[in-house]
């Protein structure tokens, strides 16, 4: 047991004090004070519960703490619904490890309740796992993927009630549907390449550390889309908790992202093809680091992430050690700068649609239901998202057009080509530049024009195509500005 005496012996002979037997280590910098005057040792809601060391609250309390979190935030802003199918991204982490055994637990609920009503009653939701493997990012061979996969399928199939699908992929299967390509800068072709040789030719080409590791996790979220579209998923779970929110905001903010962070941590975000949610975004890294360790949740390390890139360089790493250091000081450091983010305005792709189940999910909730924002057709502007991250753009650089959807090169406005599919039209590397958010330009996408023009090419293509989608909406926007002041064909 630690000293509570305030004073430590520092010798670590024990200080002779009640609290501490002399058989036992302690020091001034090393004792451990009770909360609120509380026993130490004991659950600080239930008084009854012994507790770990470093927690104040037992295994069963911190459950309920989590899982009426959980479930608030799934039920509120409707998060998961009985006719949804839903699919896990698992890392191996607490955060995933924990919003899956939720959404086991949730739903094992709901089966009975099914069951106890013979089928009467609302049906389950569907429920999947998917796991990315990252190695070939690195310029590495996976390391023990085999013995890492046996892992997370020990844990996905400790489930005996209704079997969960695990899908397994790579990063580099975001080239998959592409094909074969002859080498990216050159007219003739120079033998195959496989999708792991683009991927590692995309990533040679981002010079900044913190850019290289922000287009991997922009590269995941597509291999995750890419997966839950072509099983059918309705909904797409991330484990991202308010700690991490906390650290990507203080990054957020030193790469020039400040407009566009509100998107990425908010509880609904459909502006992606199978819409993903966060259900654990009121909930720290600490709380469930600890619940799974009391509640013996196999947790996996994944090798193929700890090795990547120089950390020392790396802004997202830094705002972490940053993050963590304000937590040491006052544990509510962390919950406090979520809040604060919170308070920026969301998107419309924030903001859940309110379809027949959801108003009958609500009424029975008793959760008002907004009442939608009418504006006028002629005012709308598209949602214009960045190519590389699908950061939304801002609408007064749209406006105002410091978004340049032209050559620079040219003074004339550039016409999009057709490539040789005939049907996608091909846009320069200039223009592909000035339609990204700055992050991007800056520490993604390379100074030198010729990189540049490499790279473009080299990115894969749901990027590609999201650029000329925002050039066609750019197209489209200006015509219906300017339509009453267009002559008809039979007019002179």
Not at 63 to 72: A, D, P
Not at 293 to 316: C, E, Q
Not at 374 to 380: G, L, Q, W
């Amino acid at each position: 047991m630690a000293c509570e005496s305030g004073q430590g012996c520092g010798a670590g002979q024990g200080c002779g004090t009640n609290a501490c037997s002399s058989e036992n280590l302690c020091s001034k910098d090393e004792r451990v004070f009770p909360p609120n005057g509380k026993k130490s040792g004991v659950c600080a809601k239930c008084k009854e519960q012994p507790t770990s060391e470093d927690f104040e609250l037992c295994c069963t309390c911190l459950h309920t703490n989590l899982i009426s979190k959980f479930k608030t935030a799934v039920n509120q802003n409707s998060l998961v619904t009985p006719a949804d199918h839903v699919l896990v991204a698992f890392s191996g982490g607490a955060a995933s490890r924990v919003a899956l055994e939720f959404l086991r637990e949730i739903r094992l609920r709901q089966q009975t309740d099914l069951d106890a009503s013979r089928g009467q009653g609302t049906r389950v939701f569907g429920l999947g796992v998917v796991f990315v493997d990252e190695a070939a990012a690195w310029s590495g061979p996976s390391l023990d993927l085999e013995h890492t996969i046996e892992e997370i399928s020990s844990i996905i199939l400790t489930e005996s009630e209704r079997p969960v699908p695990l899908h397994i992929a790579k990063l580099q299967d975001v080239f998959e549907a592409e094909g074969l390509r002859s080498s990216v800068g050159l007219d003739e072709d120079v033998g195959i390449r496989s999708s792991e040789e683009m991927l590692q030719e995309l990533l040679r080409n981002v010079e900044d550390v913190t850019g290289k590791e922000d287009l991997v996790t922009y590269l995941r979220m597509q291999v995750l889309q890419k997966i839950a579209k072509e099983h059918g998923y309705t909904k797409l779970v991330l484990g991202v908790c308010s700690s991490r929110i906390a650290a990507r905001s203080i990054a957020a903010t030193a790469k020039g992202q400040g407009y566009s962070f509100s998107a990425d941590i908010q509880y609904w975000d459909s502006r992606w093809p199978v819409t993903v949610v966060l259900p654990l975004r009121d909930v720290l890294a600490r709380e469930l680091d600890v619940y799974c360790r009391l509640a013996n949740l196999k947790t996996v390390v994944n090798k193929n992430t700890l090795h990547g890139t120089d950390k020392s360089k790396s802004i997202n790493e830094l705002s972490r050690e940053f993050v963590s250091l304000l937590q040491e000081q006052n544990f509510s450091r962390e919950y406090t700068i979520t809040r604060t983010m919170g308070k920026l305005k969301s998107f419309v792709f924030n903001t859940p649609p309110v379809g027949p189940i959801e108003m009958a999910l609500r009424r029975r909730r008793g959760i008002e239901t907004p009442k939608p924002e009418t504006v006028s057709a002629a005012n709308t502007v598209p949602d214009l998202l960045c190519p590389i991250c699908s950061a939304p753009l801002d609408v007064r650089d749209f406006l105002h057009g410091d978004v340049e959807f032209t050559d620079k090169s040219s003074n004339n406005a550039e016409s999009p080509s057709v490539n040789s599919k005939g049907d996608l039209p091909a846009l320069s590397s200039d223009t592909f530049k000035n339609m990204c958010c700055p992050s991007c330009r800056f520490q993604i996408l390379p100074k030198n024009e010729p990189k540049t023009e490499s790279m473009v090419k080299a990115l894969p293509e749901v990027m590609r195509d999201r650029a000329v989608a925002n050039f066609e909406d750019k197209q489209c926007w200006m015509r219906s500005r300017i339509q009453e002041y267009l002559l008809s064909d039979d007019e002179d």
